[in-house]
């Protein structure tokens, strides 16, 4: 166990909808990241917090994801108007003594 | 930019036999090199890891070979065992975030 849950496991949607996932650490870390990772690729960074601070996006994180840490221990992330391409599977991790430990991840399949 | 190279691609083992996957860097800055497990539909987990102050480490049949002047590592697994089958992924992490860059990918099958 990680001590990272991720909601929903899967998720299908139709092209255009909007979509939200989260992330729910066990116990509080100041650092939270978000990958996605397609089919036959290693995770690939979008973004991170630093507590409730979004100190790095990557150049993936289009202008239609974005990302919430309100408190500093849950995350959210949106995803708006929905392109095929989107479809990947979205982690999360926290980090534990310079290692990052992943949940489980959200499958998102768009129509 | 790719700043982590994983080979092989694919890798096909008989049960007890010796698994071998390499990875190449690029940054010189990087201080610190794990191995990730991944299953089908979970996230990946984290296996061994390494930092470049020593030039081995193992972990039961799981071995990590460290090679600073070539700027290489290496995951072994001895015995390698069907439940092994995975894929199986070299990272680094990067920049003043540590975000994980990873290596693309290894897919193991050990056959009974």
């Known amino acids: 166990d990680t001590g990272v849950s991720q909601d929903p496991r899967h998720k299908i949607t139709k092209r255009g909808q909007n979509v939200t996932f989260r992330c729910d650490p066990i116990?509080?870390?100041?650092?939270l990241y978000w990958y996605r990772q397609t089919l036959g690729q290693g995770p690939e960074f979008l973004t991170y917090f630093q507590n409730e601070a979004q100190l790095e996006k990557s150049r993936l994180l289009s202008d239609r994801f974005s990302a919430e840490r309100p408190k500093g221990s849950f995350s959210t992330l949106e995803i708006q108007r929905t392109e095929q391409g989107d479809s990947a599977m979205y982690l999360c991790?926290?980090?534990?003594?310079?290692?990052?430990?992943f949940g489980p991840g959200t499958r998102l399949t768009v129509l | 930019q790719q700043q982590v190279k994983q080979s092989p691609q694919s890798l096909i083992v008989q049960k007890g036999g010796i698994s071998i996957i390499n990875c190449a860097y690029e940054n010189t800055a990087f201080d610190y090199f794990p191995w990730y497990q991944q299953f089908p539909g979970k996230g990946p987990a984290l296996l061994i890891a390494i930092r470049p102050d020593v030039s081995e480490k193992k972990e039961g049949r799981f071995t990590i070979s460290f090679n600073k002047s070539a700027k290489q590592f290496s995951l072994h697994i001895m015995d390698s065992q069907p439940g092994d089958s995975a894929t199986y992924f070299c990272a680094a992490p990067s920049g003043n975030n540590n975000d994980m860059r990873f290596g693309a990918g290894t897919r193991l099958t050990v056959k009974p």
């Open positions: 116990s509080e870390h100041n650092r």
């Open positions: 991790a926290i980090t534990r003594a310079d290692t990052q430990y």
